[in-house]
């Protein structure tokens, strides 16, 4: 475990136009109306964990659990869907509305669940689409994409090799790459994706009282994507106000740690092989960095030993609450948490005591319905049913 305090953060300045053009809110709400008018939309459910909390030494811990959202089992429905949507608009828009949609192929890579967010967002528009998934997704996982009508590239590589593939490729064939990370001259659609993802973090603030908010939150690495569409909306909406928030990311890719330690993007040092397989990611999104920079509280890092009794952990009956769904990645922000926990100088460095309130989000249900059976011991749908 490694846990390194921002050296970086402007926690005081105001949100400002270079994190505007990342997250803004005029163009959240534009993403909110539109994603709301999705058929099957509805805000997921947030969860109390008061028995936790009184382990953890922290008043109160919420889980904002993404298993059902869309039926693809995973927050990243919000954001690589709504992307589609986007650059539809935009090639209607510049052919002046004469475009077949099913003349536009969209294409992005993927460990698993923004490519099943893309494929179902094509599905919904009309769109050709192809995913390159790397070397460590699962077959289970490559069905699932496959299943929305999408053509499923398999590549040797891992993800950040299976990124610059697409890009190529989309180059030469006059695709449209809707990537949930950028690089040097493609930063609008990730933008995109961003928006969408906001949507999960106003909804759990919604779900509580304001004088109930949470002092603290626990968010998930990856490229950054996440991360920081939830510091951006949160900053712009609240100022120095926002929770205190603490990016967690696997030991073995471990590129926001290391670019928060330098003070520029850096890749990960360790060898990407990480159990938490959606946060598997070598290179950082510069365009997320613009906001993780100067707008996160914490960075840290954690091995693979937590996920299995954490998965276990909550979809066991509890006396305070219902079982919850939680898929490999899902549980990374309670394992920072917990980590933290147990460290009195972690704790005090990030303020974190008996009266903290605590926001996680359990990213992702049983997204590989195998994996998730052979690390919890029963189907996802005796949890889901016990609900």
């Known amino acids: 475990m490694e846990f390194l305090v921002n050296q970086n953060l402007e926690r005081d300045r105001i949100y400002g136009e270079e994190e505007r053009s990342v997250v803004s809110l005029a163009e959240y709400e534009r993403a909110k109306v539109e994603i709301e008018?999705?058929?099957?939309?509805?805000?997921?459910?947030?969860?109390?964990?008061?028995?936790?909390?009184?382990?953890?030494?922290?008043?109160?811990?919420?889980?904002?659990?993404?298993?059902?959202?869309?039926?693809?089992?995973?927050?990243?429905?919000?954001?690589?869907?709504?992307?589609?949507?986007?650059?539809?608009?935009?090639?209607?828009?510049l052919a002046g509305g004469e475009v077949d949609p099913r003349s536009v192929t969209v294409v992005c890579a993927t460990d698993g669940n923004h490519g099943r967010s893309v494929a179902w967002g094509a599905q919904k528009c009309g769109c050709r689409c192809v995913i390159y998934v790397p070397a460590h997704v699962t077959e289970r996982r490559a069905q699932e994409i496959a299943s929305f009508g999408a053509e499923v590239v398999r590549l040797k590589g891992n993800y950040d090799e299976a990124v610059v593939q697409v890009a190529n490729d989309a180059d030469t064939n006059g695709w449209q790459v809707v990537s949930d990370t950028s690089y040097e001259g493609y930063q609008e659609v990730p933008s995109w994706v961003m928006q969408g993802y906001a949507l999960m973090v106003e909804e759990a603030f919604s779900q509580l009282p304001e004088t109930n908010w949470p002092t603290h939150i626990f968010i998930q690495?990856?490229?950054?994507?996440?991360?920081?569409?939830?510091?951006?909306?949160?900053?712009?909406?609240?100022?120095?106000?926002?929770?205190?928030?603490?990016?967690?990311?696997?030991?073995?890719?471990?590129?926001?740690?290391?670019?928060?330690?330098?003070?520029?993007?850096?890749?990960?040092?360790?060898?990407?092989?990480?159990?938490?397989?959606?946060?598997?990611?070598?290179?950082?999104?510069?365009?997320?960095?613009?906001?993780?920079?100067?707008?996160?509280?914490?960075?840290?890092?954690?091995?693979?030993?937590?996920?299995?009794?954490?998965?276990?952990?909550?979809?066991?009956?509890?006396?305070?609450?219902?079982?919850?769904?939680?898929?490999?990645?899902?549980?990374?922000?309670?394992?920072?948490?917990?980590?933290?926990?147990?460290?009195?100088?972690?704790?005090?460095?990030?303020?974190?005591?008996?009266?903290?309130?605590?926001?996680?989000?359990?990213?992702?249900?049983?997204?590989?319905?195998?994996?998730?059976?052979?690390?919890?011991?029963?189907?996802?749908?005796?949890?889901?049913?016990?609900?």
């Not at 040092?269 to 914490?298: F, H, Q, V």
């Not at 974190?352 to 996680?360: A, G």
């Open 37 to 93: 008018q999705w058929s099957g939309y509805s805000p997921t459910r947030l969860y109390s964990l008061p028995g936790i909390a009184e382990e953890l030494s922290v008043s109160e811990i919420w889980v904002k659990d993404e298993s059902t959202r869309f039926g693809l089992a995973s927050f990243k429905a919000l954001g690589g869907s709504y992307a589609v949507s986007r650059v539809l608009e935009r090639e209607l828009s």
């Open 221 to 387: 690495g990856g490229v950054g994507g996440l991360a920081a569409a939830v510091c951006g909306h949160l900053w712009e909406n609240y100022g120095s106000k926002r929770p205190i928030i603490t990016v967690v990311e696997p030991i073995e890719a471990d590129c926001l740690y290391r670019s928060a330690q330098s003070g520029l993007p850096e890749s990960a040092s360790g060898s990407l092989e990480t159990i938490m397989g959606g946060l598997s990611c070598d290179e950082i999104s510069s365009l997320a960095w613009k906001i993780l920079c100067p707008g996160i509280d914490a960075f840290m890092t954690v091995d693979d030993t937590g996920v299995g009794p954490w998965m276990r952990r909550l979809a066991e009956e509890r006396d305070d609450g219902p079982p919850i769904v939680s898929g490999e990645s899902g549980v990374t922000g309670l394992i920072g948490l917990e980590v933290v926990s147990a460290d009195e100088v972690l704790r005090k460095s990030l303020s974190l005591d008996h009266r903290s309130r605590v926001m996680v989000f359990s990213t992702e249900g049983a997204t590989d319905p195998e994996t998730y059976r052979d690390i919890v011991g029963k189907d996802f749908e005796s949890v889901a049913i016990s609900d």
